[in-house]
């Protein structure tokens, strides 16, 4: 099912908002490997063509000319689809990027099985957890088109490397654009149960919710779209008020926010944990909202996994 | 291509060789790992470009507009390490900490532990996409400076080097410099028997090069290069160093056993005293 409300482009708003930047900061550079209509890299590279690099389909060099752009003073926006990004570049980003703490700023499109119909091969479900793993990278995951437009402007902002994850559909304005890096923002209070949800499942977050609200259960959705810095005094206070938490996220459960949450709570205050997100396999061709639920993150899946929280903590029989 | 070099520029350029060639024995016997073959065949490009051709300031070494020097082939560490120590970059005594837990001088060299070193490599096919990086900086601006990087020939297998050495030849940047270090040999054996990379110069022709052939231990050849560089300003300059692995051990050369082998204390002994240096003094 599509989420209900007003649906923005999340890539839009990246595009206009280097548009911006670039008219501030004249060291701006931005990079991109001839997908730049889809990454809409190209709005930059229209208005200003020499301080714009389109490589081709090299990812990987993408990547390490962007480090050799910033290690020479410049900040260096970097994009194409995830999968070439975080899969296709990854010992550069490595390597070139986070060894040499180059300030490049990779924003990544396409992530997740909302990619649709390409399929498996460009549908993305890895790029957090390799992408977290990597000393010195900051990783956000934006709700909507408002925080997008903020992690962009925060990402250009602090020195360092940095992960931008973005889907290729629009989602649903959920957040007010207040994003603050290493900060969780509460888009709805509770008591009985934490949904801690990124990206697109967001939204779906929100509707379950509001659900159980309907039958009096007080559900918490915590958007935690910085994913590195990571706002672990958010995610304890919620394990000590509710008691339990759902974790909802287009990636892989083994390497994402899912099992980011389940270590974290298990090692300060235990508390039940499940985990929503795509399982150990890869995605296939299909319309991208019809992915979601198939692999798992319907709101049925979700509102069943919320019930079984509560069951688990006795708050239901 | 034979640049005109005073008999004092060339004396000087081998005194320095000398001392760098013995270093990096000493180094990687001192290690008890390391890579002395590579350090060896790239010893006197690196020699020339530290002491001749690059524009830098040890008193300096984040100068703006100084030339940067990317060592793609990052394991050839040792060669770099010693010419630096010998401009004034860090002191000689660190040199035997190479490899040692807590030093500067890690295994591939590191730009976050040392100055003057431009970018941290040894993950083979990075180090020229980085130098484009560079390259198109130094050609924006408001610093202008010149960009070499130091390719190994085992690394004109990856993919990215090609990438990376496409975008230079697309983007004409007359700023860069690739000199590849031809020494024949990568870790399992030589190259043209694991995955040949011949006919080089002529890819790197095709890939809009202006490519020149050298004697890479020859300093006539060397300088004359870099200057034939200096001159071209349509594209880039590919510099095809014809090298021997091992140059200047005589057990060492025209082998790939010691590409990622050091030398035992009896090598060492045997190794120093071909350098010229003198009897007894190992440090």
């Known amino acids: 099912m599509m989420p209900a409300g007003k649906a923005e482009s999340l890539r839009d708003a990246y595009g206009k908002t280097l548009l911006e930047l670039g ?156 994003f603050q890096l290493g900060k969780a923002a509460e888009l709805r209070s509770g008591s009985d149960l934490t949904i801690v949800a990124v990206g697109a499942l967001v939204a779906r977050a929100l509707t379950v919710a509001e659900e159980l609200a309907r039958v009096g259960v007080s559900t918490r959705v915590l958007d935690f779209a910085s994913v590195k810095p990571f706002d672990e005094a958010a995610l304890l206070r919620a394990a000590r008020d509710t008691g339990a938490i759902l974790v909802l996220e287009e990636h892989s459960v083994l390497t994402g926010v899912g099992a980011l949450v389940a270590s974290t709570t298990s090692e300060n205050y235990p508390v039940p944990v499940r985990r929503v997100g795509v399982p150990d396999v890869f995605g296939e061709s299909g319309d991208p909202w019809a992915l979601l639920d198939r692999y798992g993150m319907s709101v049925e899946r979700i509102r069943d996994e919320a019930w079984e929280l509560l069951r688990a903590r006795g708050k239901v029989q | 291509m034979v640049e005109e070099v005073s008999a004092e520029t060339i004396r000087s350029l081998e005194a320095t060789a000398l001392e760098i060639r013995r270093d990096i024995i000493r180094m990687t016997h001192a290690a008890g790992s390391g890579h002395p073959g590579g350090s060896l065949s790239v010893c006197d490009l690196v020699n020339a470009l530290v002491f001749r051709e690059l524009r830098i300031d040890p008193a300096r070494p984040e100068w703006p507009e100084r030339d940067r020097l990317v060592m793609s082939k990052g394991h050839a560490a040792p060669a770099l390490y010693s010419a630096l120590a010998l401009r004034g970059f860090l002191p000689r005594e660190e040199l035997l900490t190479l490899r040692k837990l807590g030093s500067r001088l890690q295994g591939h060299v590191d730009r976050n532990k040392l100055p003057f ?59 860069l410099v690739v000199i590849l270090d031809r020494n024949l040999y990568e870790t399992d054996g030589p190259t043209e ?65 010691y590409h990622g082998k050091p030398p035992s204390t009896a090598e060492l002994e045997r190794a120093l005293a071909e350098l010229g240096a003198p009897a007894g003094v190992t440090r």
């Open chain 1, 23 to 178: 008219g501030k900061d004249p060291q701006l550079v931005v990079l991109d490997a001839d997908l730049s209509g889809s990454t809409r890299t190209m709005l930059f590279g229209q208005k200003y063509p020499d301080r714009f690099f389109n490589v081709g389909v090299m990812e990987p060099t993408m990547m390490s000319i962007a480090a050799g752009l910033a290690l020479s003073g410049r900040v260096a926006f970097a994009s194409t689809f995830a999968v070439f990004a975080a899969g296709q570049a990854y010992n550069v980003v490595r390597q070139s990027i986070c060894y040499n703490h180059a300030n490049v700023k990779i924003v990544a499109t396409h992530g997740g099985l909302l990619v649709g119909g390409d399929g498996g091969t460009h549908q993305m479900v890895e790029d957090i957890g390799l992408m977290r793993g990597l000393p010195g990278m900051t990783v956000i995951v934006p709700a909507d088109a408002p925080t997008t437009r903020a992690a962009t402007l925060a990402v250009h902002a602090r020195d360092g490397p940095a992960y931008v994850r973005l889907t290729r559909e629009n989602l649903p304005v959920v957040t007010d654009g207040s």
């Open chain 2, 117 to 175: 070193v431009e970018a941290s490599t040894g993950c083979l096919g990075q180090g020229i996409g980085m130098a484009v990086g560079m390259a198109l900086a130094a050609r924006l601006g408001p610093h202008h400076f010149r960009t070499y990087a130091i390719l190994g020939d085992g690394e004109c297998q990856a993919g990215p080097t090609w990438e990376a050495l496409m975008a230079g030849g697309h983007y004409k940047l007359s700023n």
């Open chain 2, 193 to 257: 028997e694991i995955m040949g990379i011949e006919p080089i110069a002529d890819k790197f022709r095709a890939f809009r090069y202006h490519t020149v052939e050298i004697d890479g231990h020859d300093y006539r050849q060397i300088l004359g290069a870099f200057a034939e560089a200096r001159r071209t300003t349509d594209a880039p300059t590919a510099i095809v160093a014809h090298t021997v692995k091992g140059k200047g051990v005589s057990f060492m050369e025209g082998t790939h056993v």
